[in-house]
């Protein structure tokens, strides 16, 4: 049970990849807002759908929920939506694989925040493979003129990304832990579907006040974005299951194999090329992951 976190970890990374593919060409019709937008709205319907399975499997009935929870899961969906908003905006400057590997250094950030918040441990040997894995990451961004091509600013974008994407984990993380169920699918499903429920429903009223030519577009394009709807939904029931079980850093570092999903899709789907560097930044990630592993 205790090593469950790494299968939940990997197919959510896998799932991840897939969404934010997914939501990078629907930003060329709807724009960062829209795009961010179409994960939430197109997706709590299908954690709802997770949410009435894990109690009709269980038979338990619905948990009270502490006062102390709604801080976190709000820490955790707010941030989150920031995050998202970041990355796709970053996606418009830089290349697929160069955006998530500026994202993916959010491991390092997550075991700080997750130290400082929640007081996960954080052990020598994790502290090793995470700058390890990471280091693969930025070696992988290093492409042609190097990390600062395109100016700064997609620089500076993806990293706020990463710190507001580990912020988010360590709010969900904190949400589901106060919680303090039996079940950990019970707890990690029920924050999932509240939080997506939050994220929804602040991004439709901001777009139906401010935005509303997005919002029918969105609505528009709902086949692609249904799709990204549950890839987004299926992705974090996996990350939510593996934050039940262990620290935002475990998880987090374990998933830059995303990185390498990334890379794939560049090259197959995208048609963008990649330099000798990848490589070695490759072998650095999986070196990383492995002695992450290893020291569980």
């Known amino acids: 049970m205790s090593l469950l976190w790494i299968p939940f970890t990997l197919l959510a990374a896998a799932g991840q990849t ?4 997914m939501q990078r060409e629907l930003t060329v019709t709807l724009g960062t807002v829209g795009a961010t937008h179409v994960r939430f709205l197109f997706g709590f319907p299908f954690a709802i759908l997770f949410l009435i399975g894990v109690f009709v499997a269980t038979g338990l ?10 801080p976190w899961v709000a820490l955790g969906a707010g941030a989150q939506i920031l995050a998202t908003a970041l990355m796709l905006a970053t996606m418009n400057d830089r290349s697929f694989v160069a955006t998530i590997a500026y994202i993916k250094t959010e491991a390092i950030q997550a075991a700080l925040f997750g130290l400082i918040f929640l007081g996960d ?16 990451v930025i070696v992988m961004s290093l492409k042609g003129k190097g990390a600062m091509e ?23 993380r904190g949400a589901i832990l106060s919680l303090a169920l039996p079940s950990f699918v019970l707890a990690a499903t029920l924050t999932l579907t509240i939080g997506l429920v939050l994220q929804a429903g602040f ?26 709807g549950f890839m987004g939904a299926t992705a974090s029931e996996f990350w939510f299951l593996a934050f039940a079980l262990t620290s935002v850093a475990n998880v987090r ?27 070695l930044g490759i072998a650095l990630i999986v070196i990383g992951v492995l002695l992450l592993i290893w020291v569980q």
């Open 18 to 21: 897939a969404r934010n593919a």
């Open 61 to 70: 009935p619905m948990p009270a929920v502490p006062w102390v929870f709604w």
């Open 121 to 136: 441990q954080v052990t020598a040997g994790m502290v090793v493979a995470i700058l390890v894995a990471t280091a693969g």
């Open 150 to 172: 395109g100016g700064y600013r997609p620089v500076a974008l993806g990293l706020f990304s990463g710190a507001m994407f580990a912020i988010s984990a360590v709010g969900y």
């Open 203 to 228: 991004l439709t009223l901001y777009l139906a006040l401010r935005e509303r030519a997005v919002l029918a577009a969105i609505f528009r394009a709902w086949r692609p974005s249904l799709f990204a």
């Open 253 to 279: 570092t374990l998933a830059l194999v995303e990185v390498l999903f990334a890379q794939a899709i560049s090259l197959f789907v995208f048609k963008q090329t990649t330099n000798s560097r990848d490589a």
